[in-house]
C-alpha cells in the first residue's frame, strides 16, 4: 500500500513540475514577446528612457519632477514672471530698479536700526553675485545656439530634401506662431510644456506611442493614396525611339 501512495506521490511530482516548468518557459515568452513590442513600438525608435534623453542630473530631475518642490517653485517663479511683464505691463528696468530700491531700504534700515535702538551698530550682509554663474548661463546658451545653428547648416548642407522641407515647414509654424503673440509670451508657452510634456510622456509613454503610429500609420496612407491618385491622373506620353538617318 505504502509503494502505491510512493509512485502515485511520484507521479504526481512530476506532472506538476512539467507544469511548473512550461508555465515558466510560456512567461518567458511572452516577457521576451512583450520586450520586443516595448523597442519596436517606442516613439521615434528611441531605447533609452526620457531621463537619459533629457540629459539626466538635476535638469533632468526638474523637468521630470523627480523633486516636486523644486518643480513646482521653477514654474511658479516662471509665471510670475510672465504676469508681471504681461498683465501687468511692468517692464525690465523698472522691476530691477524697484528690487535695487528695496534692497538698498532694507540694508539702511538694519544698519540704522541698532542706533535707534542704542545697541552696537551692526553689519548688514552684502549681496554678492558668484561671477561663475554669469559664466555658466552664458557658456550654456553660447552652445546651445551654436548646436542649433549647426543642425540648420547639417540640413541645408548635407541633408536630404525631405529632412529639408521638415524644418523649413517648421521655422515657418514658428514664425507664423510667433507673430501670433510676443517673445515673452512664446518663451513661456515653451518653458511650461517643457515642464508638463516629458512627465506627461513618461507617465502614459505606452498610450502616446501607440496613438502616434496609429495617426503615423494613417497619413502614410492617405499620402499613399493621394499619390497614387494623382500619379494615376498624369497622362504620359510614349516615348518614341530616335530614328537613326544612313
Known sequence: MSEKITAEKLLNTFVETLGEKQKFASFFE???STSINFQFNRLFGRQKPVYNILGGGKSADVLLWRNKKISASVLTAATA???LFEWLQYNFLFLLFLALVLV????FLWTN???MLSRKPSKAPRLVLPEDLFLNIATAVGTEVNRGLRFLQDVSCGGTLKQFVLVVLSLW???VIGSWFNFM???YIGFVAAHTLPVLYERYEDQVDNFAYKVLDQMQNNYRKLDSGLLSKIPK???KGIKKFE
Open 30 to 32: 511572452e516577457e521576451k
Open 113 to 115: 536700526a541698532s542706533t
Open 81 to 83: 514672471i510672465w504676469v
Open 173 to 175: 509654424a514658428g514664425s
Open 185 to 187: 509670451t512664446v518663451m
Open 104 to 107: 538698498m531700504l532694507v540694508q
Open 237 to 239: 506620353g510614349k516615348f
